[in-house]
Every structure is written in C-alpha cells, then in structure tokens.
C-alpha cells in the first residue's frame, strides 16, 4: 500500500525536529578552551638561612593556551637590604635559566636602587627576557642569589610585572605572592684529622685517612657527627652559637677532644688545627697497655682484614688490631703501639 506524501513529509520533520536538540546539546558540552598565565616566585632555600651563607629563589613563569605565545618578560624584584645583600663576584646575583624560553634571545638583568624600583621603597632586580613564544608551558626562568646580612625575617616579592605576546600585546597574568626567609648566625667549623701510621705503605688493605668520625656536642646544642674524606678534612656546618666540645675517634686510636670552644657571630667560619691520633688503643678503654698488646699478639699474621677506612659510607665494622688499615696485623701495628705505650685518651686537641 502506498503512503500519502502528507505523510511521508510529516515523519520527515518529525525527524528533524528530534534531531536539532541533540545537535545544540553537542554543542553546549564542547570543553572550553581558557587562557591563562603566571609570574611567581618559588621558596627561599634554605627556609633558615645563615647570617654570612647564601639563600637562592628563583622566578617562575607559567603560561596556558596563551596564543600567540608569551615572548618577553619584564619583572622588579624587591628585597630588604637591612637583612640580604645581592651576592657579588665571582657569581652574578642573577643567573639566567632555560626552564621557560629556552636560552633567551635578550636577557638583561640589573641591580637598581629604591628610587628606581616600582613604589619607591626598596631596591631591586630589574629583569627582561625575550624568546621563543610559549604556548603552554611552566618553568624557571631566573634564579637569585643573596647573602644573608643580619639576623631576622624578610621577605622577596615581585614589585611589578609585565608580560607580551609575540605581537606586543600585554598578557593578562596573575602574580605569586611574596617568598619570605629567615637569618640566623651560624658557624661553620672545618679542620683535618691524620691518624698515625695511615696510609700504610705496602697498603694492601687500602686504608685512607677517612671514616674519622668528628663529633660537636654543645652545652644546649644536640650532638652534631661528620666522617672525615679520604685526605682526613671535615665540615661541620651550621653550629648554632653556643660552648662546643670536639671530640675525634677512629677503632685502635685514643680519640682527641678540644672542650670549651665558643662559638660567636664574630667568626664565622672556624679553622681547627690538624690533629693526629695516636694508635694502640684496641680494646677501646682509652689506655694504651698489655690488654691492646694481647689483642695484637692473639690476631698476629691476619691477613684481609676489615678495614672501615676503605668501605664506601663508612660502612664496614673495622678489625681494630689492624691499627694502620693496610689490612694485615703484623709489625707495623705492634710498633705504633709501642711508641705509645702509657697513653691515655681523650688526648688534648690542640
């Protein structure tokens, strides 16, 4: 049976008109593209600096669906001259990064003084950068270095900003709020420990002058241990101001102390004298005598030994007998022993 065309184009628009909805929906659920973009600094490190040590920042850009690109930057940066100063030469207070445009094609960095500086208030790192357009993408594009110059918080903040496209035009940006860092006085205490006898030469066990281990305990101050390197030197950084005693100690040797060191933000980094150990004290009582000699005389002829002084990180539990580390208990570690014989530990660092 034939239909009526009536009827053919009634089902025609019905059609169409179910169909137009679904269509305009489609449309409503489409993902809408943003734009976006940002001038941010990150955390001070360290959070804690040292009166006289370096603190380092760095500046952050972020650009998202930003078109034409993001192709050049302007940006003050203010800081407190009361508490940080820019740090000098050989090092340039701002170093350049490739984190968002890659290596820029200008960079021009400046220190300005506060009457050069947005607000007028503080002086300033006076920035510019230009490159490659950035669509979409977050990285560092400077890095900040500053000394600590007195006690006390202060804070890092961007003064202004200016961001173009690849056109010239402005780019809306949002600005990240201040970073803040706080100063204290601290001293750094560095020297070197030998041990008698070490490196042995034959050395076959491979002995160095590391693995010492270097203590700082203050009157308030918790205890504070380093290991020596392999040429006997340590670092001990970042030792609050307090009365410290030193005390260095490796197996077989009597340990040497220096009590009674003040330390004082009237110097800052702190120079100990070489001191040596003097070997023999096997049995670690502190006193060179018949029992170490016994302990030698029992092990005599060993060879392949422990040796503490060679294993990476310390690690290996050292054969104390072996008093030179040349992996072997043999003449060599009697007379070392013998030439201390009576001694009595802790000895006087001096």
Aim: charged residues 10%.
């Amino acid at each position: 049976m034939k239909m009526p065309k009536w009827l053919v184009v009634f089902f025609a628009l019905a059609l169409m008109l179910q169909l137009t909805p679904l269509s305009a929906s489609a449309e409503t659920l489409a993902p809408q593209v943003t734009s976006s973009a940002s001038v941010s600094l990150s955390a001070p490190s360290p959070a804690i600096g040292q009166v006289g040590g370096e603190v380092i920042f760095d500046l952050v850009f972020s650009a998202t669906n930003v078109t034409p690109g993001v192709s050049g930057a302007e940006v003050y940066v203010g800081y407190d001259p009361a508490f940080v100063t820019p740090l000098g030469s050989p090092q340039t207070t701002t170093e350049i990064l490739s984190g968002f445009f890659g290596t820029p094609n200008v960079s021009i960095n400046e220190i300005l003084p506060a009457a050069q500086c947005p607000g007028g208030a503080q002086p300033c790192i006076h920035l510019v950068l230009a490159g490659t357009p950035q669509t979409t993408r977050t990285g560092f594009a400077a890095r900040f270095h500053f000394t600590g110059a007195a006690e006390g918080a202060t804070c890092f903040s961007i003064l202004q900003s200016n961001l173009v496209n690849s056109d010239g035009f402005a780019v809306t940006h949002t600005v990240g709020a201040q970073q803040c860092v706080t100063f204290e006085y601290a001293v750094d205490v560095t020297g070197v420990v030998t041990r008698q006898g070490v490196p042995a030469n034959p050395n076959a066990g491979g002995g160095t002058l590391s693995c010492t281990s270097v203590s700082a305990t203050g009157l308030v101050t918790p205890s504070q241990t380093v290991n020596t390197n392999s040429s006997g030197a340590f670092s001990l950084l970042n030792l609050d101001l307090d009365t410290f005693t030193f005390r260095a100690s490796y197996p077989g040797y009597l340990s040497a102390q220096k009590s009674g060191v003040v330390l004082s933000n009237a110097q800052l980094n702190l120079v100990l004298s070489t001191i040596s150990l003097r070997g023999g004290d096997i049995n670690g009582d502190s006193v060179i005598n018949i029992l170490d000699v016994g302990l030698i005389i029992s092990k005599f002829g060993q060879t392949g030994v422990a040796v503490r002084s060679a294993s990476a990180g310390c690690t290996v539990a050292d054969e104390s007998a072996d008093i030179n580390d040349d992996g072997r208990i043999n003449i060599s570690d009697l007379a070392i022993l013998s030439g201390n014989w009576g001694q009595v530990g802790p000895t006087t660092w001096p």
